[in-house]
């Protein structure tokens, strides 16, 4: 398999990328054909989606403010494999990064919390800063988007459609992130919470807020975040109700398309929904039919859980857009909580092998560091930067794959003795070809199992294949196994584990299943089975 086969270039999309160039052969020949049809029709190169929600420009930065910081989110970027920007317009839904006609400005009231509550200290600077940047007249957002162009970027405002921090920790009334609109408009809110987009008022409001962003700000592109939070209806109403949604998308696609056609730049349109096509009609998001419509350019399933997730279904987003005939891209957008640079690589090589080919970071600033104090990137972040651009650049570095559903708390239990139970693991590196090319060094698959006596003899399976018994290594409820002769597949894999005894009573239960890859470029001159416990 060569490095163009491991960057997940389909026959389709060859064949799209084909006439796509002569389209742009015909469009030379072809006096008046619609330059905006020939530029959507043209192939974009794989992007690399920078996610950031702001925050750290406006008030989680230490010392006296200073404007320079400001131009941060940008500059911190610069020289990594990062193309586009995608900066949050707004601290949650409702306090705008920018003069806003509709949000409300940023700190927008003083609340008894932000004095009282050690919790809420830190929203007395969100407050301090509003109040400068408003008789400054600072447009913070316009500073970042100027800098991003200034430096080469792409710069996509993002407009969280329900976000709903407002409803944590304290009531709305009292928390300092309520926006004027929901203070004013309990009325029309889902049993006192999140707003109901089901009233027309809601909807005008959030299109407001899209419509200045778009005509200000979306130099680039434009994206409406519906997984952060997804629920825009009642409960079991939003299939019912998804037609409103899809009258927001359209209109949102019409402002782009009128920005496009003033300078001839295309401008396109990303949306996040939750990870499952099943949870996406639930909550009223007709994926389908906007991709029918050529309504949006790229589609980003994200992570229901905090928790860095290995095995979003991409595959059934990319069927979907293939039966729709739709030139739309699907980019895993998982979050980055309790992720190593290990596991980082190792979900981004799935989603490639997989089928995406744009890479799309979340949360990536506050993954593996303290809370606010986690900015700028350290070594690792500045690597991983590098790392995760692509299948080549990942290709030969360290990883760390996870079973697929895996969470903490979660767990697979052995009800039976001598029966088998299983897990699948997917792995998107190509072992087999790492070993032919000689630069594997270690693959070892490792299990936690609570529960099992020391007696119990632990029989495991990859594939159906039986891994040498002797070659188990047990250290209390760890359980490892290195891999010589026995290669996981590139793609899904199930591991398959049998207890030879339970004790009566006693729940044994598989919590954990992984598996750490480690590579040598240079080349593996050692015996493989004698540096196996070496590894990421």
Known sequence: MDVYRRGCLTGRVCRQWVGAWLLVALAASTPGLD????????????????NDDGDRTVFLLKGPFQRRQLNYPVDVLVGTGVTTLVFCANMGSDQAYYPSRVA????????????????YTYFNRLREIGEMLRKEKIDLLGIVMRRAQQQGLEFVPSLRMNDTHFLNKVPPREHPLTGEFWMKNQDLTINGGALDF?????????????????????????????????TLFPVGTGKDNSGLVTQMVRQARRWLDARSQDDGHRRFLIVRVPHT??????????????????????????????????????????????????MCRVIAGPDSYRATPSMYRAGMSNYYAMGQRDTYLFNFFA???????????????????????????????????????????????????????????????????????????????????????????????????????????????QFQIPLVDILPVQGPNRVSVTASQLDAGAPVTVT????????DLLGVTSNPSADSQSGP
């Open 35 to 50: 330059r905006h049809a020939l530029a959507a029709a043209e192939p974009p190169r794989p992007r690399f989606f920078y």
């Open 104 to 119: 409300s400005s940023l700190g927008w009231r003083e609340v008894e919390n932000t004095r009282r509550n050690a919790r």
């Open 198 to 230: 089901s009233h027309q008022k809601v909807r005008d409001y959030r299109l407001g807020q899209i419509r200045e962003l778009i005509e200000g700000y979306a130099t680039d592109g434009f994206e409406m975040d519906f997984s952060r939070q997804p």
């Open 277 to 326: 096509l099943d949870l996406c009609q639930h909550y009223g998001f007709d994926l389908g039919g906007w991709m029918k419509e050529n309504l949006i350019d790229y589609v980003v399933p994200a992570s229901p859980d905090r928790y860095f997730q290995f095995d979003i279904p991409l595959g059934a987003f990319l069927e979907l857009a293939r039966r729709t005939d739709s």
């Open 367 to 477: 993954a593996r560091a303290e809370p606010r104090n986690y900015y700028p990137f350290d070594d690792a972040d500045y690597a991983l930067l590098r790392d995760l651009k692509s299948p080549l650049t990942l290709w030969g570095r360290p990883k760390h794959f996870l079973s697929a559903g895996w969470f903490p708390g979660r767990g697979l239990k052995l009800a039976a003795a001598g029966q088998p139970y299983h897990v699948d693991l997917y792995v998107g590196d190509d072992l087999p070809l790492a070993r032919r090319e000689n630069i594997l060094k270690t693959a070892r698959l490792k299990m936690a199992v609570q529960g099992l006596s020391a007696e119990a003899v632990l029989e495991v399976r990859l594939n159906d294949q039986l891994l040498p018994p002797a070659s188990v290594l047990r250290d209390g409820d």
């Open 512 to 519: 954990r299943v992984e598996m750490l890859v480690d590579y």
